[in-house]
């Protein structure tokens, strides 16, 4: 059987590469679908650049002629082939990597904890879609995990190939694409996955979230994100954000609070309650605390690998505005009080007696 391409050069099988030149020459100036004769014919006129993309090049030819249509199929055409660069190409040839890009097989999720949550660390369950490996199939892709050695490759998974680029010969080993890589393949597809090995599942993820984590930090599961056809596994990613506390800020792991009191106790001194991520925590605050005074309570902050931070309060030191006559009187006396050798709080502490 004549081979088409040649046909539609109307050329030979044997013919030399000047006698193709030519030929391709002749025909695309007849069918040329610009040329405004009656012959014009952009179908054909395609048909014929294919024709001359192929038997152009000796290698493809040789293909061609081996393997018919099938053995040239996934080239590109011509003008795609002119317009990647040389450097493209020979980068392909000589790392094997392609354009193919990686899909990603890593998922994201999202979480918000509170910071008492983040405090004690805590544990989250999420339900994830995510693609898996095939109980069915063991993965395999085969009905009933049969599976046979790849031809292709040998059941190594790989191929070699040496091209030809612009620096010479390159050797590079690519992925045997008849077995996706796994060196085997499926007697007969799986009814399950439908040969892939892999199918899409709900699955019920626990993750412990650890203590001191901070906002925008995220936890990585690892192997928990798709599984590919090719059968390697993807991570999963749970992206973390700590809820403001009302009463807490916190920086890095210290923690920040203001805590108001009363004229009387800044000046004699009193116990005040200080919040802390889910528990308090009793203080006692010194005779002659200055309002905007900052106490610093030693490892109350937040857990860290570092170990705990520090907790910060601030005092802040409320002026009555209403005050009863018995206040106002009070305060009357304290203002007419002359400074003595008692000092300011015996002076007081006198007074309340
Ligand atoms: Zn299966
Ligand atoms: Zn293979």
Known sequence: MAKKYYELLGVSEDASQKEIKKAYRKKAKKYHPDSNSETADEEKFKKINKAYDILSDEDKRRKYDQFGEQGVEGHAGRGQRRAASSFQDLFEHLFGGGRRQRESLDLKIHTTIS???????VEKTFEVSRKTSCEDCNGTGGEGGETSTCSECGGRGKVRTVKRTPLGRAETVERCSNCNGKGSVPEKNCGSCNGKGVVESEEKITVDIPEGIRDGQRVRLKDKGNR????????????VTVEDHKELERKKSDL???VTIGVGDAALGTTISVPRPGSELNVDIPEGTQPGQVLRLDGQGMPSRRGYGDLYVKIDVEIPEDLTEEQKEFMEEFRGVPETDKGFFETVKDLIK
């Not at 590919?228 to 992206?239: A, F, K, P």
């Open 228 to 239: 590919s056809e090719t059968g390697r596994n993807g991570d999963l990613y749970v992206y």
């Open 256 to 258: 920040f609070t203001t």
């Open 115 to 121: 910071l008492e949550e983040a405090y004690q660390g």
